[in-house]
């Protein structure tokens, strides 16, 4: 039984998106994929990047068939 939950709501901004496949601690690969296709294409950064995260790690699962989305904001 879970004793507290918070939540926390994030307002709606720009962003661009990239969708990784693989092993959690290697997602910064990208954040630099996308603060570099940022840079080429003039998109001004404002803020770090956001993770979601579809698979528990801790389940077992293979790291092949983990999947993360992450949000670079851009004004």
Known sequence: MVEEIKFKELKSRKALKAVYHGNYITSDRAWYALKHYAVVNDYEIEGA??????????MGSNEKEWKAEIYLPVK
């Open 49 to 58: 990047p956001l993770e979601y995260f579809y698979n528990n790690p801790n």
